[in-house]
């Protein structure tokens, strides 16, 4: 028992001892522990420390990391777009397929191949995301936990970061995949309504064949007649446009009150002219080289229609002044001529005569004449017309405008009835070949001027006109025949009135072949305004519309008549 005891309290001593060794081995190698953590945690801290200094965020490293974050949202953006764009391959493979009879299993096939890309591309999506998370964790545990401890609060916000963007990118995913699948739902209605629809119409056909037949000829009929309409219409459309191109586009009362407008300023001119005389006293002689005022009513109405189209009488009021300018232009010239003349003077002169024996002188008055030079004073009056023609072909129109006027011209702006009772503006029906009694021939005078006269048959009436190169008016083509006929006559370039002046006034029933007819009220003028050369027989040859014989006892000429007229 002694033993026993003295064996157990050796072997709890030597457990004592034992437990103590080893606490204090623990003990020692705890200090070496934390010893080596400590040291550890130096170098680790060193470290650290290290690495935060090398990573102090400089712009350039700010630049790069945005750059990154942009990259990486691009890329996230594609792949998750990949899915949409391969959805819409489904969706034109699948159209294809209904088009061409494909069967509904193919159909589906593609529609799931189109599911499928769409979730590969999410994935991939996804990955991206993942393994980028990933590295940052990897990169996290090869820090130490007092490091992480102090970073608690940053990796906090980088978290929140990282939630919020990889809560938009899954959101741009879900919604291209409901993209997709809205795409491939409503393709695959259409295919299937379209394969329906076409058993539909292949069935509707075997059972009717007759009734698509008639259908078929209706469509067929339809299509002409929708092709014939179009002809028409076009047809029409082109003959209203053709309508208008030549049609004075103004109302009626615009366009006569237009030309009362310009009348009016012809008759100003016409009483300036009349009124020279008192105005411009104490001269010697007034001579006046004078064209006819007028003008063809169609020229006027044609160039404004092409100016202003649908005009106005206060629209066009300046352009009328402006057209009435270029067209006439009155010249005033005062002319002094030194000439000598013989005149009468008396002296006296004394003589002598006899009265008893002796010589006794008187003073006899004598009459002698004289060679005298003196002023004679003349008054040059020149009046030109140009007519509207020329002002239109010199106002600088373009091409375009030019053959609108000459059409609306030609058709007299489908509005012939305006003038239908001008001479000058519608061509007459008188004879072009009409043929003088010969025995009128005798009277060599008459002969020389109906020569001339005949040189310019058909020539146009052109207002203001004077000559062959211009053409004529009235007046101016007998004047210019009465100056160029080899009769000795000069009369200038005479109005009508003007050359019933220069003539001897005859009865009718005195004329003769030669003699001039003169006519009144054929436009607005005081006077005679129109002249012809009377060739007998109730005939005259005459500048009408165009040149030409006419007959003067028609209803109109009767009704105009003023005199007859003879040369000096």
Excluded at 342 to 360: K, S
Excluded at 507 to 520: I, N, T
Excluded at 559 to 568: K, N, S, T, V
Aim: net charge negative; charged share 25%.
């Amino acid at each position: 028992m002694a033993n026993d005891n003295t064996k157990l309290q050796t072997e709890t001593s030597a457990d004592k001892a034992r437990r103590s060794k080893l606490r204090i081995e623990t003990e020692m190698g705890a200090r070496k522990t934390a010893e080596a953590i400590g040291e550890e945690h130096v170098v680790v801290d060193s470290k650290l420390r290290k690495e935060r200094e090398k990573k102090k965020k400089t712009p350039e490293d700010e630049k790069k990391k945005r750059h990154k974050k942009q990259v990486y949202e691009q890329r996230a953006k594609e792949q998750a777009l990949e899915g949409a764009v391969l959805a819409g391959g489904v969706v034109a493979s699948t159209i294809h397929s209904a088009v061409n009879g494909s069967d509904k299993d193919s159909g589906e096939e593609a529609f799931e191949d189109g599911g499928k890309a769409v979730a590969v591309a999410s994935r991939e999506a996804k990955g991206t995301n993942y393994s980028k998370k990933l590295k940052q964790s990897k990169n996290q545990q090869k820090k130490s936990e007092d490091y992480e401890s102090h970073k608690k609060t940053t990796a906090k916000q980088e978290q929140k970061r990282n939630i919020k963007k990889n809560y938009a990118h899954k959101k741009r995913t879900k919604d291209a995949e409901s993209v997709a699948k809205k795409i491939s739902d409503g393709t695959k209605s259409v295919a299937g309504g379209a394969k329906d629809a076409a058993v539909q119409v292949v069935k509707f056909i075997k059972d009717h064949p007759m009734g698509c037949l008639i259908a078929l000829l209706i469509v067929l009929l339809l299509v002409v007649i929708i092709s014939v309409a179009s002809t028409v219409m076009l047809f029409f459309s082109g003959t209203v446009n053709s309508m208008v191109a030549s049609s004075y586009t103004a109302q009626d009362n615009d366009i006569l009150t237009v030309e009362a407008n310009y009348v009016a300023l012809e008759e100003a001119l016409q009483e300036q002219i009349d009124a020279i005389e008192s105005d411009y006293p104490d001269y010697d002689e007034y001579r006046y080289n004078l064209a006819e005022i007028g003008h063809d009513e169609y020229e006027l109405a044609s160039y404004l229609t092409v100016l202003f189209e649908d005009y106005t009488p206060s629209e066009v009021s300046s352009t009328l002044q402006n057209i009435f300018d270029a067209q006439y232009e009155l010249t005033i010239t005062p002319i002094t001529e030194i000439r000598t003349r013989t005149e009468t003077r008396y002296r006296d002169e004394t003589r002598y005569r006899e009265e008893g024996g002796v010589l006794v002188p008187y003073t006899v008055t004598v009459a002698y004449e004289v060679e005298v030079e003196y002023e004679y004073h003349i008054l040059q009056i020149t009046l030109t017309n140009s007519g509207i023609g020329a002002v239109v072909a010199g106002a600088g129109l373009t091409e375009d405008q030019m053959e609108r006027y000459q059409i609306l011209l030609s058709t007299k702006g489908n509005k012939a009835y305006l003038f239908e009772d001008s001479i000058y503006a519608n061509p007459s029906d008188d004879y072009l070949d009409y043929d003088v009694p010969g025995e009128y021939f005798t009277d060599n005078e008459f002969g020389n001027m109906i020569h001339e006269a005949e040189k310019y048959l058909g020539y146009p009436y052109v207002w203001g006109g004077s000559s062959p190169s211009t053409s004529f008016d009235c007046s101016g083509f007998v004047s210019y025949v009465i100056n160029n006929c080899g009769n000795g006559w000069n009369v200038g370039r005479q109005t009508a009135n003007g050359l019933k002046n220069c003539c001897s006034i005859i009865r009718p029933e005195e004329a003769k072949p030669g003699d001039l007819v003169f006519f009144q009220g054929t436009y607005n003028t005081s006077g005679a305004s129109h002249v012809g050369i009377y060739v007998g027989d109730g005939m005259m040859i005459h500048c009408g519309n165009p040149i030409s014989y006419a007959s003067i006892e028609t209803s109109y000429w009767e009704e105009h008549f003023y005199c007859f007229g003879r040369l000096p």
